[in-house]
């Protein structure tokens, strides 16, 4: 059964950079990725990565935010620059299997002064 374990989030000031992480246990993974949610809104794609490296960004985050993985660790990373305070959510790592997705806990980013 997979699980996600994720990490690094925290209070940041307009224009900063947090780097957000989750590491991965289980298998049949095809793709790993971030959603985040924020109040009031529905869920919302960040960005995902295949086992091959193929990246998919929601439009309005391109350029601000990169994804990466680690296959040997099977971890991903979420870099987050310029960040805006439109970007506080509660981010959450996903992976994506052949018939199921699991979600992480989540963990809180919020953009403030």
């Known amino acids: 059964q997979v699980q996600l374990v994720e990490s690094g989030g925290g209070l940041v000031q307009p224009g900063g950079s947090l780097k957000l992480s989750c590491t991965a246990s289980?298998?049949?993974?095809?793709?790993l990725g971030w959603f985040r949610q924020a109040p009031g809104k529905q869920r919302e794609l960040v960005a995902t990565?295949?086992?091959?490296?193929?990246?998919n960004y929601a439009n309005s985050l391109k350029g601000r935010f990169t994804i990466s993985r680690d296959n040997a660790q099977n971890t991903v990373y979420l870099q987050m620059d310029s960040l805006k305070p439109e970007d506080t959510a509660i981010y959450y790592c996903?992976?994506?299997?052949?018939?199921?997705?699991?979600w992480g806990q989540g963990t809180q980013v919020t953009v403030s002064s």
């Open positions: 996903n992976a994506a299997l052949y018939d199921y997705d699991v």
């Open positions: 990565i295949t086992n091959f490296g193929e990246t």
């Open positions: 289980g298998s049949d993974i095809i793709s």
